[in-house]
């Protein structure tokens, strides 16, 4: 059924396609199309093709993710897209090659539709080189890891490479909003590849080569949660681990989904020494390229299990109101002078929610969102 409404002035680009075009409208719906009621024929061809196309973003399969990794550092359409691009709808071929440029390890790319008909990768996830937003739209993205994925349960390697299970698209992806440093894990969830860095507002919560926040390197306070920018918590707390993932849409794992990020590792072993920064650490990477999954640090995890305070009122939050036999938090993959402790399945539950070791850190999770 055909609707009337009022056309708005929107944003620059849309006053600069329908200049003059205010005026009563009407959309079919059925057939998604506009006329304009001022006269204006031209304006209503315009408009038409406004209405038809802004935004859209087609996919021939939906259920899946668009592109497809052929090689360390190249990849493909994984079926044929369609994208709106400048008021235009543009089609891409199956099989059609993402353009890449140098890729650096440990670097997140955006894949960009361009109206020239080409897919472009690029680390800028604002257009690629010499393109704009006139001429291009960001569609998705990869991380390019420092080595290569679990084949077996004794990590990785350190062949630098995309990591096939971080392709992400603009309806195939973390609910999160933010997929740089992320991998699909299956049933659900997504999680950082890295572990969680003291300077996340900057770094986002999953980044390359920088340090990894603990009892020892706060992070920076959360800025939901009173935080300036540039001020750190005193200590690195299950509550606080919990702040940092919800600043970010993000939230710290369970036992059931650590347990399947973590798969692939090396198993009951840890790497000896306190790696300090987010390192590439080769035999602690996971099926789905989680790197330091397990054997480096204890992580957060989000559920509380085990024993319980004493009998009383305790001000151990932080100030925050008190607790009273609160459970203990869970912790999960083991830290690296644990050796044989360590592993996917590696829990503990011994320690309050208010507990801050240089031995435990935290890393985020995701949701998965599919949108058709």
């Known amino acids: 059924m055909a609707k ?21 409208v009407t959309i079919d719906t059925d057939k998604n199309t506009a006329v304009i009621h001022n006269g204006s024929t031209a304006g209503g061809t315009e408009l038409a093709t406004y209405m038809a196309y802004s935004g859209q973003f087609y996919k021939a399969t939906p259920s899946a993710v668009s592109f497809s990794k052929t090689g360390n550092g190249s990849a493909t359409t994984a079926f044929a897209i369609k994208v709106e691009i400048a008021f235009k709808l543009y089609q891409y071929a199956s099989g059609t090659a993402v353009v890449m440029p140098t890729l650096t390890s440990g670097t997140d790319y955006a894949i960009y539709a361009c109206t020239d008909g080409s897919i472009r990768a690029d680390s800028s996830f604002s257009a690629p080189a010499g393109y704009t937003t006139a001429n291009s739209r960001q569609i998705g993205g990869f991380h390019y890891a420092p080595g290569g994925n ?35 894990c299956g049933a659900g969830i997504w999680a ?24 020892s390197s706060p992070p920076l306070i959360s800025t939901l949660h009173g935080g300036t920018g540039s001020n750190s918590y005193g200590s690195y707390t299950h509550w606080e681990a919990s702040e ?23 198993e009951n072993s840890s790497i000896g020494t306190d790696q300090g920064s987010t390192v590439w650490n080769a035999a602690y990477v996971s099926k789905y390229g989680v790197n330091q999954a ?44 644990d050796t044989s402790d360590c592993g996917s399945r590696a829990s503990g539950w011994n320690h309050a929610p208010s507990a801050s070791y240089s031995i435990f850190g935290s890393r985020c999770v995701g949701d998965h969102l599919i949108l058709v």
């Open 294 to 337: 397990t054997g480096v640090m204890w992580v957060w995890g989000g559920e509380y299990g085990g024993g319980a305070q004493a009998t009383g009122w305790l001000n151990n939050n932080g100030g925050r109101g008190q607790t009273y036999q609160v459970p203990n938090a869970a912790i999960f993959g083991g830290g690296w002078n």
């Open 244 to 266: 940092v993932a919800s600043w970010a849409g993000k939230r710290l794992p369970t036992y059931r989904e650590f347990a399947l990020l973590a798969y692939g590792t090396t």
């Open 4 to 24: 009337q409404i009022q056309l708005r002035r929107g944003t620059t680009a849309q006053t600069a396609a329908f200049t003059g075009l205010v005026g009563e």
């Open 192 to 215: 950082d590849i890295y572990l969680t860095n003291t300077n996340y507002i900057t770094n986002g919560t999953s980044k390359y080569n920088v340090t990894i926040a603990d009892g």
């Open 150 to 184: 679990a084949a077996a349960q004794s990590g990785g390697d350190t062949t630098p490479q995309i990591n096939a299970y971080s392709f992400w698209d603009l309806k195939w992806r973390c609910r999160s909003g933010d997929n740089r440093g992320m991998t699909y």
